[in-house]
């Protein structure tokens, strides 16, 4: 029978029996559930609600899982896919978590202007393709690839300034770093914000929000909003150049997995027409339909064959109107942002929906 821990106040939480403690350990084996790191009661264990109660989860045995402290500092109250995050965790325990991790995201609101999916963490694995000559282009070699799609919060912002910083000063964009940083807290207040790291290093930095059509694609799709992805690299390599195109892919479309729909809109800007640039549109083949230059191109990405028509236009309208409008007091803090005081920022802040294109919220 499932064991439940009784819960009347969310401050609570932790004051666990040392049986029910111990019960937990052992559905690892008193090893980090993640890591791997042998720790025990009162010697660095840690136990932490899989699903945050801050985001919905419950007090239940299900949902408890052992880390070490490290590892549960570092999660905080992210939201990750188990399968990927516990494999120290025992099967028959990880089975039931997955369920419920499932169930959670189908039944969890967790789309707004702010997130568009369902976890703050992804762990992606891919195979690149390389030359180790670079004078033989016959001769090729794969090596397998790890890296991170991380939602940038509260406690990995500075780390997001500091790349993006960095990213604009080499285009020699930068106006003032404050004004790089008010850039960044705009679209974390407005738009959603994801960075994808390799080897702990930050590669690309996108900023996510819905756009508004113009006319023509408007009449020709029967769309009224398109996602609008900006994406900030520094590094221009192959392997940042494939990390690029595969990580912006891998977002648009767990969108499409995680909302059950077969294909979206999405304008795709960069700052500069560079190599990577012309890396990520060839590889979305999307030259031919750019708009300006090569660094800014809009399309249609489908599911299962890369580009096309949409055909069911009524599920896609169906995620932008999960974008709830703004509140009065959020209104007041978009206007700050767009006023003259702030002109440098504009060309960001003029990809994301103008205020009175939003509708108004309670």
Same mark, same amino acid.
């Given at each position: 029978?499932?064991?439940?821990i009784?819960?009347?106040?969310?401050?609570?939480?932790?004051?666990?029996?040392?049986?029910?403690?111990?019960?937990?350990?052992?559905?690892?084996?008193?090893?980090?559930?993640?890591?791997?790191?042998?720790?025990?009661?009162?010697?660095?264990?840690t136990?932490?609600?899989?699903?945050?109660?801050?985001?919905?989860?419950?007090?239940?045995?299900?949902?408890?899982?052992?880390?070490?402290? &490290?590892?549960?500092?570092?999660?905080?109250?992210?939201?990750? =896919?188990?399968?990927?995050?516990?494999?120290?965790?025992?099967?028959?325990?990880?089975?039931?978590?997955i369920?419920?991790?499932?169930?959670?995201?189908?039944?969890?609101?967790?789309?707004?202007r702010?997130?568009?999916?369902?976890? #703050?963490?992804?762990?992606?694995?891919? &195979?690149?393709?390389?030359?180790?000559?670079?004078?033989?282009?016959?001769?090729f070699?794969?090596?397998?690839? =790890? %890296?991170?799609? /991380?939602?940038?919060?509260?406690?990995?912002?500075?780390e997001?300034?500091?790349?993006?910083?960095?990213?604009?000063?080499?285009?020699?964009?930068?106006?003032?770093?404050?004004?790089?940083?008010?850039?960044?807290?705009? $679209?974390?207040? @407005?738009?959603?914000? %994801?960075?994808?790291?390799?080897?702990? =290093?930050?590669?690309c930095?996108?900023?996510?929000?819905?756009q508004?059509? #113009?006319?023509?694609?408007?009449?020709?799709?029967?769309? *009224?909003?398109?996602f609008?992805?900006?994406?900030?690299?520094?590094?221009? *390599?192959?392997?940042?150049?494939?990390?690029?195109?595969?990580?912006?892919?891998?977002?648009? =479309? +767990?969108?499409?997995?995680?909302?059950?729909?077969?294909?979206?809109?999405?304008?795709?800007?960069?700052? *500069?027409?560079?190599?990577?640039?012309?890396?990520?549109?060839?590889? @979305?083949?999307?030259?031919i339909?750019?708009?300006?230059?090569?660094?800014?191109?809009?399309?249609?990405?489908?599911?299962?064959?890369?580009?096309?028509?949409?055909?069911?236009?009524?599920?896609?309208?169906? +995620? @932008?109107?999960?974008?709830k409008?703004?509140?009065?007091? /959020?209104?007041?803090? $978009?206007i700050?942002?767009?006023?003259?005081? @702030?002109?440098?920022?504009? $060309?960001?802040?003029? &990809?994301?929906?103008?205020?009175? &294109?939003?509708k108004?919220g309670?």
């Amino acid at each position: 029978m499932e064991k439940n821990i009784k819960r009347q106040r969310i401050v609570e939480r932790d004051n666990f029996t040392y049986d029910e403690r111990s019960d937990i350990c052992k559905k690892s084996d008193n090893k980090c559930c993640h890591c791997g790191k042998t720790v025990f009661l009162g010697y660095g264990a840690t136990i932490d609600h899989y699903i945050p109660l801050s985001r919905g989860g419950i007090n239940s045995y299900i949902n408890l899982v052992m880390l070490c402290k &490290d590892c549960n500092i570092k999660k905080a109250n992210k939201i990750i =896919d188990p399968e990927e995050y516990l494999p120290y965790l025992k099967k028959e325990y990880l089975d039931k978590l997955i369920g419920y991790y499932q169930s959670y995201i189908k039944s969890f609101e967790y789309i707004d202007r702010t997130n568009l999916l369902c976890c #703050d963490e992804y762990n992606i694995n891919f &195979d690149f393709k390389f030359y180790p000559n670079k004078h033989n282009n016959k001769v090729f070699m794969f090596k397998n690839i =790890d %890296y991170t799609i /991380e939602k940038v919060d509260e406690d990995n912002i500075y780390e997001a300034v500091g790349f993006f910083i960095k990213s604009i000063k080499k285009l020699n964009k930068l106006n003032t770093e404050e004004n790089a940083f008010n850039n960044i807290l705009f $679209w974390y207040n @407005f738009g959603c914000l %994801y960075m994808v790291k390799y080897k702990g =290093d930050i590669k690309c930095l996108y900023t996510v929000a819905l756009q508004q059509q #113009d006319a023509i694609n408007v009449i020709k799709y029967g769309l *009224n909003y398109a996602f609008i992805i900006r994406a900030f690299t520094y590094y221009n *390599n192959d392997l940042c150049d494939t990390i690029a195109y595969h990580s912006l892919r891998k977002i648009i =479309d +767990l969108i499409m997995d995680e909302q059950n729909i077969d294909q979206i809109p999405v304008n795709i800007k960069f700052l *500069n027409e560079d190599r990577t640039a012309l890396y990520v549109m060839n590889a @979305f083949d999307m030259c031919i339909y750019k708009n300006v230059n090569v660094s800014e191109a809009y399309t249609i990405i489908n599911k299962y064959d890369g580009l096309g028509d949409i055909t069911d236009n009524v599920n896609v309208q169906k +995620l @932008f109107s999960k974008f709830k409008g703004l509140t009065a007091k /959020e209104l007041e803090d $978009w206007i700050y942002y767009v006023t003259d005081e @702030f002109d440098t920022l504009n $060309w960001m802040i003029q &990809d994301i929906i103008y205020s009175y &294109d939003i509708k108004k919220g309670k």
